[in-house]
């Protein structure tokens, strides 16, 4: 489906046109409809689907349209980090280009005073559109420096991070904050249990639209050393001093790890980047500008950088463990082999990981390639197969919520911009 084949207003069309926009993935195609039509939705799928503009396109469709408080907050974004939550900022800005009365402002932790002051003043105002991370966000209001009262739309993005980083009782306490009759949209790229009871608290019989992972590009090579956790760092200096790496991300899921890996490639010369919950917000800019810029060509990173950060030139993603789920698997190793380039991605595979690792092989329909561990550092665990239990699968509702106006733009020709 193409994006003029939506009921999206012109004015959101314009800004597509111009991105060069023209179809809408799967997420979007499946989502855009229900969300004009104001119905609750519950959508899974994980990064990289496009689900972004999923909900932003039609959100700022209607605000557009009107009939929405004038100085009054009437879309609140929920992201679990402030890397997605200036992502969604920055795509809110593109979408938005040609909408002349729809504000917004990003609301996120790790800044100076003057960031904070600035935040307040656009609370106040009534901002349209809020992004926020939860804490910041709860910040504010018990500083009395948000009015949420009129509220129309609350989007949770990555709902499954936002409940494993503890965000729970605070996505609760500031959805008490807003009219119960408000249209809610959450993403979440799994669906646990906890999420669905989530789901329950927060949705009015929703739409359910599931998006099924997937697989990553045929063109990113992967490959596994099954190791034992202590072979893990003279496996790095073996790949750093016999090949010629360059632009590489190399991801743990523990901060400590972080630091420990980067702290071995200074010891043996590498330049190198790395990004993790414990530094400032202004440390994690700059880390992530000197790596896009070119000034440091590897990335020590815990999966905050996996999911939402875009990165177009990575040659190689290093898994220092496995990740506990093959979305993250897919996430991680999805930084690599974008815009028409080649990738490779590396995962180091202990002991305790083998379960974890052969899911994502089942999943991916192959085996990956085990290379031989660097002479000099011993043997490794042998690699078993282990089977895969059967996940439960989840099943659609339909919403009975009211229908929201909608605005034919079927056949519409749009004239080429100069």
Same mark, same amino acid.
């Given at each position: 489906?193409?994006?003029? #084949?939506?009921y ?7 800004a ?8 809408c ?16 939705l519950?959508g ?6 496009g689900k972004?503009a999923?909900?932003l ?8 349209d ?13 992201s ?8 969604i ?8 280009y040609?909408l002349d ?22 609370l106040r ?5 809020v ?5 910041r966000l709860l ?6 420096n948000? #009015?949420?009262?009129?509220v ?20 609760m306490?500031i959805?008490?904050y ?7 949209i ?9 999420i669905q009871?989530?789901a329950?608290?927060?949705l009015?019989?929703?739409?359910m639209?599931k998006?099924?992972v997937s ?11 099954v190791?034992?956790d202590?072979q ?10 016999t090949g010629?790496?360059?632009r590489?991300?190399i991801f743990?899921?523990?901060?400590d ?6 702290r071995e490639?200074k ?7 790395m990004m993790?919950?414990?530094?400032s ?6 880390e992530m ?9 590897i ?9 939402g950060i ?5 040659q190689?993603?290093?898994?220092y463990?496995?990740?506990h ?7 991680r ?5 974008r815009? #028409?380039?080649?990738g490779?991605?590396i995962?180091?595979v202990n002991e305790r990981?083998?379960?974890?690792f052969?899911?994502i092989?089942?999943f ?7 290379q031989?561990l ?5 043997e ?17 509702k339909?919403?009975n919520?009211p ?6 733009n ?8 100069e």
């Amino acid at each position: 489906m193409k994006f003029e #084949d939506t009921y999206l207003n012109d004015n959101i069309l314009d800004a597509l046109y111009d991105m060069k926009f023209e179809d809408c993935t799967p997420i979007q195609e499946q989502c855009i409809p229900h969300i004009l039509d104001y119905h609750d939705l519950m959508g899974i799928a994980q990064t990289g689907t496009g689900k972004t503009a999923a909900y932003l396109l039609p959100i700022l469709s209607m605000l557009d349209d009107g009939g929405f408080p004038k100085d009054a907050i009437n879309c609140v974004i929920m992201s679990p980090t402030r890397e997605l939550a200036q992502q969604i900022d920055q795509a809110m800005q593109g979408f938005a280009y040609y909408l002349d009365d729809v504000s917004s402002v990003a609301v996120y932790g790790g800044n100076d005073g003057n960031r904070y002051d600035q935040e307040t003043r656009s609370l106040r105002m009534g901002a349209d559109v809020v992004i926020a991370t939860p804490g910041r966000l709860l910040s504010h209001l018990r500083m009395g420096n948000v #009015d949420m009262s009129k509220v129309s739309f609350f989007v949770l993005d990555e709902a499954d991070r936002m409940l494993d980083m503890g965000f729970s009782d605070d996505i609760m306490q500031i959805a008490s904050y807003m009219p119960k009759d408000r249209q809610t949209i959450m993403f979440s790229a799994t669906m646990p249990d906890k999420i669905q009871q989530m789901a329950a608290q927060l949705l009015n019989n929703p739409v359910m639209v599931k998006i099924a992972v997937s697989k990553p590009a045929e063109k990113i090579k992967q490959s596994a050393f099954v190791c034992y956790d202590q072979q893990k760092l003279a496996i790095i200096r073996h790949l750093f001093k016999t090949g010629n790496l360059n632009r590489v991300i190399i991801f743990s899921g523990k901060k400590d790890k972080v630091k420990e890996i980067g702290r071995e490639l200074k010891r043996i010369n590498i330049k190198c980047g790395m990004m993790h919950s414990d530094l400032s917000q202004a440390e994690r800019d700059e880390e992530m500008f000197k790596f896009k810029s070119g000034q440091t060509n590897i990335l020590v990173a815990t999966d905050i950088v996996a999911r939402g950060i875009d990165i177009d030139d990575i040659q190689l993603v290093i898994n220092y463990d496995v990740p506990h789920d093959v979305e993250d698997y897919v996430h991680r190793i999805g930084r690599t082999a974008r815009a #028409d380039r080649d990738g490779a991605a590396i995962t180091f595979v202990n002991e305790r990981d083998i379960p974890l690792f052969n899911q994502i092989e089942k999943f991916l329909g192959k085996v990956i390639e085990k290379q031989p561990l660097p002479e000099g550092i011993g043997e490794g665990p042998e690699y078993k197969l282990i089977e895969k239990r059967r996940s439960k699968g989840v099943g659609r509702k339909k919403s009975n919520r009211p229908h929201a106006k909608r605005h034919n733009n079927r056949g519409r020709h749009k004239p080429k911009k100069e």
